[in-house]
């Protein structure tokens, strides 16, 4: 079975500074999606950064890049020079052919962006 | 290009009544899921419709049914409502190519159903 997890339930961090949001994964799959989302207080759930399996570069886009360690099955946010509207819940999610394509998400990660 | 858009925002009812949720993806997307998120369970999958078909399913009960249109639209319905299915409901929409692990959800803002 596919599992995601995410053990950091809250964290804070000073604006300007960078933080990383811990994600490991659990598949037997070769071929997969590794994703985060952001999800601010409003509750809609914004896309940030996708991952492949097979991708030899951590994705960047923006403020954010994913460092992606397949040997060891982690998928970590990195947020660069954090902003008070980083303030959010922020989701990992893993897409594969192990339960037929469905999306799974961690339980995610609270963020605090201090002033 | 119009994200995704759901209605109604907010919503009350009480026990035992039924609700129906829409959900209108992206222009052009063929996939539409639906989540339900709540502070214990976290977010849950409850099912997946791809041209008219219910492609996946989660693990709720009968009482959580969906469908889904020839413009993509989708609706779900929840009938006898319990007090524990106060939740955000969440619709996102994807290309879907079929079988793509890359294929990415976008979210609209969320339906939050209260039931009293």
């Known amino acids: 079975a596919q599992k995601i997890t995410q053990t950091q339930p809250g964290m804070f961090v000073q604006e300007k500074e960078a933080v990383t949001l811990d994600c490991t994964y659990d598949t037997s799959d070769q071929s997969y999606g590794l994703f985060w989302y952001k999800q601010p207080s409003s509750g809609e759930m914004i896309f940030l950064i996708y991952?492949?399996?097979?991708?030899?570069q951590n994705a960047t886009e923006g403020r954010y890049s994913l460092n992606f360690q397949k040997a060891r099955k982690s998928a970590n946010l990195v947020i660069s020079a954090s902003q008070l509207g980083d303030s959010a819940m922020y989701f990992c999610?893993?897409?594969?052919?192990?339960?037929?394509?469905?999306?799974?998400f961690g339980a995610g990660t609270r963020l605090f962006v201090k002033a | 290009k119009a994200g995704v858009t759901q209605t109604p925002r907010y919503l009350i009812k009480t026990r035992g009544q039924q609700v129906t949720l829409s959900c209108s993806p992206i222009s052009g997307h063929r996939s539409v899921s639906w989540y339900q998120q709540t502070p214990g369970q976290g977010l849950q999958f409850l099912f997946e419709y791809f041209s008219e078909t219910q492609r996946n399913k989660g693990n709720f009960p009968g009482r959580f049914s969906g469908r889904q249109f020839s413009n993509s639209r989708s609706e779900m319905n929840v009938s006898t409502l319990e007090l524990g299915d106060s939740a955000l409901y969440l619709c996102?929409?994807?290309?879907?190519?079929?079988?793509?692990?890359?294929?990415?959800?976008?979210f609209g803002p969320g339906t939050r159903l209260t039931v009293l």
């Open positions: 999610a893993m897409r594969g052919v192990t339960g037929g394509f469905k999306t799974i």
């Open positions: 996102a929409s994807s290309l879907s190519r079929g079988g793509d692990y890359t294929d990415t959800q976008y």
């Open positions: 991952q492949g399996s097979y991708d030899e």
